[in-house]
């Protein structure tokens, strides 16, 4: 099994504030995806970044493969309450995905 | 649009007891299908997978078994539940690699 860490692991931070997580590893992966996951739901698919290098912006949300393909960053701007959850990464490793412990974000007004 | 069912939605069962959860892929054919356990609001720990009727992978020797007896249809089962088995339970389902989670179970063992 292919180990993904992240960290932080709890981030508190207040309303406006910018902040970037982490997703490392000593694998490389075909793919990563991040997910958001509010409280007693499943995980929601947030972006799938694929090459090494790249870049995806998501309104607020601006997300980073590394060169080589074995970590990943999640960076938010001007953070809003409605941010908070559990931040998950995962790789890509044939059928399944290896899943992170997780950041769990809490926005606060 | 595609949309995945899980069911119960909660289950407090006692120890020894049985378990069946049931999950189900509307809107989509031969898709891989997950079962994942996430403790305490933390990471998912990948249990089965299904790439096909009756084809399952198992990830962590355990007293669960999967079975997909229809495409669009994955069954969690035990014959004999422990209290370790407590925990979030979430399928997914997947063509390609993204994945798309149902609304979980949340399984109580007392």
């Known amino acids: 099994t292919q180990l993904l860490e992240q960290s932080p692991q709890f981030l508190s931070i207040q309303e406006g504030e910018n902040l970037t997580v982490y997703c490392n590893s000593s694998?490389?992966?075909?793919?990563l995806q991040w997910y958001r996951q509010e409280p007693g739901e499943g995980p929601v698919l947030l972006v799938t970044v694929v090459t090494g290098g790249e870049v995806k912006k998501l309104k607020r949300l601006t997300f980073q493969f590394g060169d080589a393909r074995k970590d990943s960053s999640l960076h938010i701007t001007a953070a809003q309450p409605g941010d908070t959850g559990l931040y998950l990464c995962?790789?890509?490793?044939?059928?399944?995905?290896?899943f992170g412990k997780g950041t769990s974000l809490l926005v606060t007004p | 649009s595609q949309t995945i069912h899980q069911w119960p939605a909660t289950l407090v069962q006692p120890v020894g007891s049985p378990l069946s959860l049931e999950c189900t892929v509307e809107g989509t054919s031969n898709p891989n299908l997950y079962w994942y356990r996430q403790a305490a609001g933390r990471g998912l720990q990948l249990l089965f997978y299904?790439?096909?009727?009756?084809?399952i992978s198992s990830e962590v020797p355990q007293n669960l078994s999967a079975s997909r007896p229809q495409d669009r249809q994955f069954i969690l089962s035990s014959k004999k539940l422990l209290l370790s088995d407590s925990g979030f339970y979430l399928c997914a389902w997947s063509v390609g690699f993204e994945q798309y989670f149902g609304p979980g179970t949340r399984l109580t063992v007392t």
């Open positions: 694998s490389v992966f075909s793919s």
């Open positions: 299904s790439v096909g009727i009756g084809q």
């Open positions: 995962a790789g890509v490793s044939g059928y399944a995905l290896n």
